[in-house]
């Protein structure tokens, strides 16, 4: 069982930045695609970002276009999510999740591809 651990989440306010990390406790982290999510109270979850494998395939929900960029490292087997210009709608608990692919460019903001997760770490954006 691989569990991974978010980090970074706090209270900011509107138009702050949050930085968010996951570590992926795997021996080879470019063998994996990484998603982050997110869930608000009384909402379903979200996608909000997702790296292919090869590390180059990016995919962004339209809520996150422009604003959010997920990058990694992988001399640390993390994986990043910057989240820039923060509004109210972004507060939600952001979980990181991972899947082994074989295919380097796949990617998903789909939660059922994917197999690992993190237990979330909460974001509030308010004023």
């Known amino acids: 069982q691989v569990q991974l651990v978010e980090s970074g989440g706090g209270l900011v306010q509107p138009g702050d930045s949050l930085r968010l990390s996951c570590t992926v406790p795997v021996f080879r982290l470019e063998s994996y695609a990484i998603g982050w999510f997110r869930q608000a109270p009384g909402k379903e979850r979200e996608g909000v970002s997702s790296?292919?494998?090869?590390?180059?395939?990016?995919a962004y929900a339209d809520s996150a276009k422009g604003r959010f960029t997920i990058s990694r490292e992988l001399s640390q087997n993390t994986v990043h999510l910057e989240m820039n210009s923060l509004k109210p709608d972004d507060t939600a608990i952001y979980y990181c999740a991972a899947v082994r692919s074989i295919f380097g460019s796949w990617t998903s903001l789909r939660g059922d591809e994917y197999e690992y997760w993190g237990r979330g770490t909460q974001v509030t954006v308010s004023s």
């Open positions: 790296l292919a494998p090869n590390g180059q395939v990016r």
